[in-house]
């Protein structure tokens, strides 16, 4: 069955520090891949999404993932997390033929000021 | 447009009890929704309506559990004889996006809007 995994439940970091969170899938066929965020309180909003073209895709807030297909890999960066990053991040497959969004277990981080 | 709203917050019911959530999706998106969240997981997919065609539906889905979207506006998620298990948020999002440009092949820019959620409790 096709799964997203998220490698890491839990980080804490401290502000300036680069911020690598992991996100893998499980399928062969053409996907679009999303990563969510849902800061305290908040609804789920998108940060980023690849459709196709440049691997590299630039999100809200400084945020950057790679697609990197032979890995089934969608990693999501920040050069330098803020205080305000403090949120849970969920990344997201769609597979092709269908409408379905597959997400992973999420990553809850947190940001010491 | 204040977004997607769903209606309501919060639902305390007695196991064998049947409950019905009801989501708005923003004016205009054709497409909407339908998610179940446990504590500790990732959104679960639940159905996919396109207008007023529900055209996906999560095998996991029980024959308990049936969605609507009669008009193409707003939808109804029902859950009859609940059971404790259902416990759970329950999600809506919604879209907007070309018709068929999913299971054709050529992909929208489908961005999903989700909504702050039914947060059940089946005593």
């Known amino acids: 069955a096709q799964s997203v995994s998220q490698h890491n439940h839990h980080v804490i970091l401290s502000e300036a520090a680069s911020l690598e969170l992991g996100c893998n899938y499980s399928?062969?066929?053409?996907?679009?891949l999303f990563w969510y965020v849902q800061y305290p309180g908040q609804h789920l909003q998108l940060l980023l999404k690849y459709f196709s073209g440049d691997p590299l895709v630039k999100g809200i807030k400084g945020f950057e993932a790679e697609f990197i297909k032979s890995k089934f890999s969608f990693n999501l960066r920040k050069p330098s997390v803020q205080w305000s990053d403090t949120a849970e991040y969920f990344c997201a497959v769609k597979l092709s033929g269908t409408y379905k969004y597959i997400f992973g277990t999420g990553t809850r981080l947190k940001v010491l000021a | 447009d204040t977004g997607v709203s769903q209606d309501p917050r919060h639902k305390i019911t007695k196991r064998g009890q049947n409950v019905t959530f009801r989501c708005d999706p923003i004016?205009?998106?054709?497409?909407l929704y339908w998610y179940r969240q446990t504590l500790g997981q990732g959104p679960e997919f639940l159905t996919y309506f396109q207008n007023e065609a529900q055209l996906e539906k999560s095998r996991l889905l029980s024959d308990r559990f049936s969605a609507e979207r009669p008009k193409g506006s707003f939808s109804t998620l029902e859950i009859q004889r609940t059971e404790q298990g259902d416990s759970a948020m329950y999600l809506c999002a919604s879209s907007s996006g070309a018709s068929g440009s999913g299971t054709s092949g050529r992909w929208g820019t489908d961005t999903q809007y989700f909504g702050p959620g039914t947060r059940l409790t089946v005593l």
């Open positions: 004016s205009e998106h054709n497409r």
């Open positions: 399928y062969g066929g053409t996907v679009n």
